[in-house]
């Protein structure tokens, strides 16, 4: 078995690459969601370590002196890190010449042969899924008879090898949980509508919807959603609360837990059995059955993609979703007691200053407990990114999508919408929502109730000032 280290490399301070993070960017509030796609093959690799530089606050010198004694890194990229990921495997490669050095996630999995291009390092990148593709090669397996990837040979020939057939039995996958507690401080991470310490695993992969800007199920997890039994997902809950036993809340974080309904009634009623607190991804038409017994049995909050508050966007983007239904589930979620993290996109196909402030005044009507207001981003591989390119609503210049600090640009435009008209959208709404007196007298009203709320706020609230700051500056 080789010596095996997962990296999550240092790159932007304060850059949340993770595979959990839908935009690897730095969030305008300090967010890291836990590094589950690379602590699942980590799992499967005895005697490996996970190493996640960002939240740990981590530079380079501990990793080249871990590195000196291994066989195999694999690290986990992105769009836009991409080019400080492969200096660091430089970095890697200097310090310990025999590494083998593997790179995996969506940008390597749509980018396959332009990443083997432009990072000469790299000796093989994995395509698609790729837990059991990483298992094969840490045995020792030769890279020419390894599915799922693409490789360079001695000769510095770049050859891909036959696509990795996908996991069926989600069951087979280890815990990822034995990987939180052996190699991360989990109260290194920290997302701002979800209680502190955490815990986020994933009970499936895969989403059957079809938005055009999603990077996952049209890179990496697929339009198929492939689910753990509820009985395998409690066992492994009640290995984490035994583990963690200061773990405040629990996150589901599949691209749409709710996509099967009787499946998410049954995790929830083991929730419940447990005593703990969750929360999960869920799309805007959960009907009222379902987000009651879900509510009882410790559902808290639920993070709600709405996107647009214009239905002709939402069918630009296939989104699915109709307005007068997500604003039933809506009103009925505030009726249960059920927190809403409310996530919008500016910028997506159709988008004007018309539609721009029919979303904000959307979003205030149906008021969730919190959002998140991203620029709308074409990742390689999405449908998105294929259509603005093909529209020249893309400069390609603009490829990373992120400035040189970490923080997203607005990488799209239209002939009736600038750049600079979409990027200052974002700041617009947020002000428009958070700066009213009914939503101002709510956060008070939470602050004053509990000390922790307080404190979470309050630092919140610095670091949301200093992210208008820093934008302005930029």
């Not at 005593?275 to 808290?300: H, Q």
Request: hydrophobic share 40%.
């Amino acid at each position: 078995m080789m010596r095996t280290l997962f990296l999550q490399p240092p790159s932007f301070d304060g850059f949340d690459g993770g595979a959990g993070s839908r935009y690897q960017a730095k969030r305008e509030i300090k967010s890291f969601w836990f590094p589950t796609w690379l602590a699942q093959p980590a799992a499967l690799v005895p005697g490996s370590r996970l190493i996640d530089a960002p939240p740990a606050k981590m530079g380079m010198d501990p990793i080249l002196e871990d590195i000196k004694n291994r066989d195999l890194v694999i690290i986990h990229t992105s769009t836009p890190s991409f080019a400080s990921d492969v200096r660091v495997a430089q970095m890697l490669k200097d310090a310990n010449p025999k590494l083998i050095i593997g790179m995996v996630g969506a940008k390597v999995a749509v980018q396959p042969d332009e990443s083997m291009a432009k990072g000469t390092p790299i000796d093989f990148v994995a395509r698609n899924e790729f837990d059991f593709t990483i298992k094969e090669i840490a045995e020792g397996k030769p890279l020419a008879e390894v599915d799922g990837i693409t490789w360079r040979n001695e000769k510095g020939e770049v050859i891909a090898n036959k696509d990795r057939a996908m996991i069926e039995d989600m069951d087979s996958l280890p815990f990822v949980t034995e990987v939180y507690k052996r190699d991360l401080n989990i109260n290194d991470y920290f997302i701002g509508y979800l209680k502190h310490p955490y815990i986020s695993i994933y009970t499936g992969r895969g989403c059957k919807s079809r938005c055009t800007f999603c990077l996952w199920p049209q890179t990496v997890g697929g339009h198929r959603y492939r689910t753990r039994s509820p009985e395998h997902v409690a066992a492994e809950v009640r290995l984490a609360k035994q583990y963690f036993p200061e773990v405040k809340e629990f996150m589901f974080d599949d691209d749409t837990f709710t996509d099967d309904l009787p499946r998410a009634e049954a995790i929830a009623r083991e929730m419940g059995k447990l005593g703990v607190t969750w929360s999960c991804n869920a799309k805007a038409n959960v009907p009222y059955e379902t987000l009651k017994i879900m509510k009882e049995n410790g559902l808290r909050l639920l993070l709600v993609g709405y996107e647009s508050g214009n239905q002709q966007i939402l069918h630009n983007i296939k989104k699915g979703m109709r307005i007068e239904v997500a604003k039933e589930f809506t009103k009925n979620c505030h009726k249960l007691g059920i927190k809403i993290h409310g996530t919008f996109i500016v910028g997506l196909p159709g988008e004007t200053k018309e539609t721009i402030q029919e979303t904000i005044e959307f979003a205030k009507e149906i008021n969730p407990h919190t959002l998140q207001v991203s620029l709308a981003a074409p990742y390689p591989g999405t449908h998105l990114h294929k259509q603005a390119t093909e529209n020249g609503w893309f400069n390609e210049s603009e490829a990373e999508l992120i400035d040189e600090n970490g923080v997203q640009i607005a990488p799209l435009h239209y002939p009736h919408l600038s750049h600079t008209e979409i990027f200052d959208s974002v700041e617009e709404f947020y002000r428009k929502f958070y700066f009213r007196g009914s939503k101002i007298a709510s956060i008070v009203n939470e602050m004053v109730r509990s000390p922790q709320m307080m404190k979470r706020r309050l630092r919140e609230g610095v670091e949301f000032f200093q992210f208008l700051k820093d934008r302005h500056v930029a």
